[in-house]
């Protein structure tokens, strides 16, 4: 079983709809959890890092539910720039290395 | 302030052939991470140092990689002889603390195809 799974998607969404997606990881001991995004054929760039309490980054929510073992990232009124591949990372404890899943793949249309 | 700088950018080489990628961190970051990306496989981490010892090598595939960081600026990762299978894009990222701790940056990658 893989570390972090994610749905693919294409989540093809219009500009300014909403669009959530999850990410469940298997261990129920990790510690720290973030969302990267991905543009097409650049690297990864941390988007935002995910709180217990849940946290808010302009039009972007994350969440974190530790008894079910997943992550969520909403975004609200989807721009044109928020199309890309985003990353679901996890972090088993500290200084162990990072578990990145596939991605799931955003793209809003105009 | 230059990020983090990897070459070259794309590298195309014949299987057999020895394939060598840099890797040069943000200044003042500790911590030196080497990642392959495959459609595949995803994002796998391949190996990554502190302070110029390397901490974690579980991701290198096989004898045929190998990295070093001779000092806190530079970092190689090489592989010989190189494979068809090879063919991905080869991430250097770097970070002031471990992972988990601390935003890792990533470099724009090196996209190599083995022919």
């Known amino acids: 079983r893989k570390e972090v799974e994610q749905d693919p998607g294409p989540f093809n969404v219009p500009e300014g709809a909403t669009v959530a997606f999850n990410c469940t990881y298997s261990n129920s001991a990790s510690q720290s959890f973030f969302w990267y995004r991905q543009d097409c054929r650049k690297e990864p760039k941390l988007l935002m890092s995910?709180?217990?309490s849940g946290n808010e980054d302009g039009r972007f929510t994350a969440q974190l539910n530790r008894a079910s073992q997943y992550i969520s990232l909403l975004i609200r009124d989807s721009k044109l720039s928020d199309s890309a591949t985003y990353l679901c990372?996890?972090?088993?404890?500290?200084?162990?290395?990072?578990?990145f899943g596939a991605g799931t793949t955003v793209t809003v249309r105009a | 302030d230059a990020g983090v700088i990897q070459s070259p950018r794309h590298e195309v080489t014949e299987m057999g052939q020895e394939v060598t990628l840099r890797c040069k961190p943000i200044s003042g970051h500790d911590y030196l991470f080497w990642y392959r990306q495959t459609m595949m496989r995803g994002l796998e981490l391949l190996i990554y140092f502190n302070n110029n010892v390397p901490i974690d090598d579980s991701g290198m595939p096989e004898d045929r990689f190998s990295a070093k960081m001779p000092n806190a600026s530079f970092s190689t990762l090489k592989i010989q002889p190189s494979e068809p299978r090879d063919s991905a894009v080869y991430f250097c990222?770097?970070?002031?603390?471990?992972?988990?701790?601390?935003?890792?940056?990533f470099g724009p990658g090196t996209r190599l195809t083995v022919l």
């Open positions: 995910v709180y217990s």
């Open positions: 990372v996890v972090n088993e404890q500290p200084d162990y290395k990072l578990s």
């Open positions: 990222a770097s970070s002031l603390g471990g992972p988990g701790t601390d935003t890792q940056y």
